[in-house]
């Protein structure tokens, strides 16, 4: 049995399943609410007014982790990896809001009406899964109700993992299907990297961060993104810089993996971490490296990762031609390389979020 599926699906019997597991279907359907065009949503695109036993409204991460979970018991496939593409295709969204049209739903994964329905459908908004495939189309019944609906979580969630079980069960397998599916490296990367970090936690509540200073350190920032420098070209100052001792403890920020470690000649010493969120986090200007820090590592809001410096501006080791502080910036993936955007705002949301967290608050 492969450690990493579980249970070994075929796509052939993918299609059936539902109809001979109609026990598992109602339980999937019992937690994992169908969530339609005319329904409310959160903010984050999830649904409003799904509850538990007792009544409480459900947070979006728990109904959406209830979601995955019911389909891996019914597919065979982790949660973590289900999540993890999902994660991605959530990243995207946000990423190209002028492209992306954010999904009514729990899930992000998104198919086209033509793509779902066949491309010679005359109903774009079919719902037979028999017509379905009829005409090429790619719609499946994930929760047994007897339709494919392209805006139920179910049936969406559904239809991914069979794309992704149609190219096997092995861990390569996955990959292949990654690269099947998206037809970009990097997708692949930021899946198997958000893969890791589900698999670390074991959680899709993952939204905490960290100021990248300890509380009650001495230090000074304001807003210098989009500055002129000079050093090295002509550029804009792509950060923020945090004015503290040499010394003084930095963290990440975010829970994520460490993606960069090692000499840039304008950063210096410089660690950079990919966060679930598919945001590179660049700190730049250190002293040195903890030592539990290599690429690959997974870490969360708070890790030391060095200490600031005054590094950069020249060949490896060249130090002091600057004050002591940390270069923070960010980076958000795009599908296709990674844009800068002012850290600012973040650093002052989440200094304040984490006094208030020490004050109890």
């Known amino acids: 049995m492969n450690k990493l599926w579980g ?10 399943m539902w109809r001979l597991c109609l026990a598992a ?3 999937l359907m019992a937690f994992a609410s169908p969530v339609r065009a005319a329904a409310g949503t959160m903010p984050d695109g999830g649904a409003q007014g799904t509850r538990d036993g007792t009544g409480r409204r459900l947070p979006a991460h728990e109904e959406r982790f209830a979601l995955l979970t019911g389909m891996s018991a019914l597919t065979g496939i982790p949660w973590t990896h289900l999540a993890a593409c999902d994660q991605y295709e959530r ?21 086209s009406d033509r793509e779902w329905a066949g491309a010679l459908n005359p109903d774009k908004a079919d719902t ?10 790619i719609g499946l019944d994930g929760d047994g109700d007897g339709r494919a609906d392209r805006m139920n979580d179910a049936d969406v969630l559904y239809t991914f993992a069979a794309r992704l079980l149609a190219h096997g069960t092995s861990p390569d397998d996955f990959r292949i299907a990654l690269w099947e599916t998206y037809r970009n490296s990097r997708a692949v990367d930021r899946i198997m990297q958000f893969v890791r970090i589900y698999e670390t936690f074991g959680t899709l509540a993952l939204d905490d961060h960290a100021f990248p200073l300890p509380p009650g350190s001495r230090y000074t920032y304001r807003s210098t993104w989009g500055a002129r420098r000079g050093w090295g070209g002509l550029r804009i100052h792509e950060g923020t810089d945090i004015f503290a001792p040499y010394g003084t403890p930095v963290r990440s920020t975010c829970y994520g993996i460490v993606e960069a470690k090692g000499w840039n000649r304008y950063g210096g010493w410089r660690v950079g971490i990919r966060s679930i969120h598919n945001v590179y986090h660049y700190y730049a200007h250190l002293s040195g490296f903890h030592e539990s820090v290599e690429p690959g590592r997974v870490v969360k809001p708070g890790d030391v990762i060095g200490w600031v410096g005054s590094s950069g501006y020249g060949r490896p080791g060249t130090s002091g031609k600057f004050p002591p502080h940390l270069h923070y910036g960010l980076y958000r993936d795009n599908g296709y390389f990674d844009w800068s955007f002012d850290p600012y705002p973040k650093l002052k949301q989440w200094e304040k979020e984490e006094r208030n967290r020490l004050r109890g608050k």
């Open 91 to 111: 990243t995207m969204t946000r990423a190209n809001p002028k492209t992306r049209e954010m999904r009514d739903g729990l899930v992000a994964i998104q198919f």
């Open 7 to 16: 249970k070994h699906l075929r796509l052939g019997g993918l299609f059936a």
């Open 128 to 137: 037979d899964p028999e017509t379905i495939a009829f005409f090429g189309g």
């Open 25 to 27: 279907a109602a339980l």
